[in-house]
């Protein structure tokens, strides 16, 4: 006889048969895990619990050149949310750099997660996503960074802050 294998909520559906609980408190034990599975997103994730960058796009406060604060805007491409789209940096009044982004959250294949970008014309970049802050949708909030130099990240990061 094949083995059976058992998903998570099937154990938890035997257990919680086997407590013998009154409807009432199963229902509301379902809605709990249920509200609190929701905001599994929200709050500071560190560079190995970086599941997904679908909340990338929008306008950020850039710090990655201490002398030339600007701003940066990401915006996915259709069919492609989390994984690509075009960038835009804007210092002062003027465009300083336009064009692709890729990025990808953290897999055992890389170790890491990133965001590789790819200027109109210029040299391509990446930046390490060391740490993020997000709300329970994973928009993130804040992003701690690192570039990435031809012996690995360097020190020390700078942080991308939403604007919009």
């Known amino acids: 006889m094949p083995s059976q294998r058992l998903t998570e909520s099937s154990v938890a559906d035997q257990v919680l048969g086997h407590a013998h609980w009154p409807d009432q408190a199963l229902q509301a034990a379902r ?10 997103g929200a709050g500071w994730h560190g560079p190995h619990d970086i599941q997904t960058l679908i909340g990338l796009q929008g306008q ?3 710090s990655e050149d201490v002398f030339q604060v600007r701003t940066i805007l990401f915006d996915f ?3 492609h949310i989390g994984s690509e789209g075009r960038y835009q940096l804007v210092g002062g009044w003027t465009s300083t750099e336009q064009g692709r982004f890729q990025c990808v959250p953290n897999n055992p294949a890389i170790g890491y997660a990133f965001i590789a970008l790819l200027p109109d014309g210029g040299e ?3 930046v390490i996503v060391s740490g ?3 709300g329970n949708d994973w ?3 804040t992003a701690v960074l690192n570039k990435v130099g031809p012996n690995g990240p360097q020190l020390p990061p700078f942080s991308a802050v939403r604007l919009s």
């Open 139 to 141: 928009k993130i909030y």
């Open 60 to 62: 950020f406060l850039w």
């Open 31 to 40: 809605t709990q895990f249920a509200q609190s599975t929701a905001l599994s």
């Open 132 to 134: 993020m802050m997000t």
């Open 77 to 79: 491409d259709p069919g």
């Open 124 to 126: 391509p970049r990446t």
